[in-house]
T-cell receptor
Framework: NAGVTQTPKFRILKIGQSMTLQCTQD?????MYWYRQDPGMGLKLIYY???????DKGEVPNGYNVSRSTTEDFPLRLELAAPSQTSVYFC????????????FGPGTRLTVT | DQQVKQNSPSLSVQEGRISILNCDYT??????FLWYKKYPAEGPTFLIS?????DKNEDGRFTVFLNKSAKHLSLHIVPSQPGDSAVYFC???????????FGAGTTVTVRA
C-alpha cells in the first residue's frame, strides 16, 4: 500500500494563477481531508469529504474548491492564488471503523509570489 | 478560536531523560485525543491516542494521560532518544465527528 500520496511536492505560483493539488489514497477510506499548515501554527481544516460525491467546508475554505468523484481521489483547487495561500498543504484520510486516526500524505509546499 | 492549545512551542531534553508535552482543550464535546509526530518535510504520523473513558494509555516509551475535569492531557516519552526530535501535535475529536482539531505543536529537541 502506498497510503496517501500527494503531487506535486513543491510549487511556486504567481499571484492570480490557478492550480490543482492532487491527493490519492489506496486504503479504501471513506473520509478524506485537506489541511494547511502555516509556520508556528497547527493544521487548519480546509475541506473534507465523507464519501464520493459529498464534500463540506472546514475551518478555512475561502479561496479553495474540492471535488470527490471517486473514493480514491480528492483534488484541491486553488483559483486566483494569493500570497496568503502560501503554506504547506496536507491531505489525509480515515475510515469510520471506530478509530479517529487520520493517515497523512507527505505534503505540498506552495509559495505564491 | 483555538480549541486545542499547546502552550509550549519548544522543549529541549537530554537523551535518556523524560519529555513531558502538555495540551489543553476547551471543547467539552471532545471525546477522543491523539498525538501526532512530524519530521521536517514529511506528513504527520500517528503516535498514540486515548479515549475519554480512560485516563492513561501506554505504548512502549510513550504514555498519554488524560484529565477530563481539567481538560488537560499530556504525553510522556521515557526515555527520550535522539530520533524523538520532531514536532508533536495534539489533536482532538468529538464522538462520531471524524474531524480533528489540532494544537499549534511543540518542537522537541533531544540533546546527546
Amino acid at each position: 500500500n502506498a497510503g496517501v500520496t500527494q503531487t506535486p511536492k513543491f510549487r511556486i505560483l504567481k499571484i492570480g494563477q490557478s492550480m490543482t493539488l492532487q491527493c490519492t489514497q489506496d486504503m479504501n477510506h471513506n473520509y478524506m481531508y485537506w489541511y494547511r499548515q502555516d509556520p508556528g501554527m497547527g493544521l487548519k481544516l480546509i475541506y473534507y469529504s465523507v464519501g464520493a460525491g459529498i464534500t463540506d467546508k472546514g475551518e478555512v475554505p475561502n479561496g479553495y474548491n474540492v471535488s470527490r468523484s471517486t473514493t480514491e481521489d480528492f483534488p484541491l483547487r486553488l483559483e486566483l492564488a494569493a500570497p496568503s495561500q502560501t503554506s504547506v498543504y496536507f491531505c489525509a484520510s480515515t475510515t469510520t471503523s471506530g478509530s479517529y486516526e487520520q493517515y497523512f500524505g507527505p505534503g505540498t509546499r506552495l509559495t505564491v509570489t | 478560536d483555538q480549541q486545542v492549545k499547546q502552550n509550549s512551542p519548544s522543549l529541549s531534553v537530554q537523551e535518556g531523560r523524560i519529555s513531558i508535552l502538555n495540551c489543553d482543550y476547551t471543547n467539552s464535546m471532545f471525546d477522543y485525543f491523539l498525538w501526532y509526530k512530524k519530521y521536517p518535510a514529511e506528513g504527520p504520523t500517528f503516535l498514540i491516542s486515548i479515549s475519554s473513558i480512560k485516563d492513561k494509555n501506554e505504548d512502549g516509551r510513550f504514555t498519554v494521560f488524560l484529565n477530563k475535569s481539567a481538560k488537560h492531557l499530556s504525553l510522556h516519552i521515557v526515555p527520550s532518544q535522539p530520533g524523538d526530535s520532531a514536532v508533536y501535535f495534539c489533536a482532538a475529536s468529538a464522538i462520531y465527528d471524524y474531524k480533528l482539531s489540532f494544537g499549534a505543536g511543540t518542537t522537541v529537541t533531544v540533546r546527546a
